[in-house]
């Protein structure tokens, strides 16, 4: 075995319930939830959120992910206007 390389496993995108972790999303729209989906058959990167110019929140998955749609969306949406902005003016 190569120490240089991770070892092999699955990799999983989970959706869960905070307060009690819970499945809450059918990935596979069998009409029964999954707590989990598998995305790669290695350790995959971190997602990468994205809020989309609507407000919605995706997340961009890591390349060679195969269950699910890339970019995933969340079914979470940022309220209006999507951040708090502030500048300084210099007199």
């Known amino acids: 075995s190569n120490l240089c390389e991770p070892a092999p496993g699955t990799g999983r995108l989970y959706v869960v319930?905070?307060?009690?972790?819970?499945?809450?999303?059918d990935f596979d729209n069998?009409?029964?939830?999954?707590?989990?989906?598998?995305?790669?058959?290695?350790?995959?990167?971190?997602p990468s959120p994205h809020v989309?110019?609507?407000g919605?929140?995706?997340?961009?998955?890591?390349p060679g992910s195969t269950e699910?749609?890339?970019p995933y969306d969340s079914?979470?949406?940022l309220p209006t206007?999507?951040?708090s902005y502030w500048y300084q003016e210099d007199y």
Request: overall charge negative; cysteine-free; hydrophobic content about 35%.
């Open 75 to 77: 079914g979470s949406s």
């Open 81 to 83: 206007p999507y951040g």
């Open 17 to 25: 319930n905070l307060q009690d972790a819970t499945a809450i999303k």
């Open 30 to 46: 069998d009409l029964d939830v999954e707590r989990y989906a598998e995305i790669s058959i290695l350790i995959p990167d971190t």
């Open 68 to 70: 699910i749609d890339n």
């Open 56 to 62: 919605d929140i995706r997340l961009l998955l890591p």
């Open 52 to 54: 989309d110019p609507d």
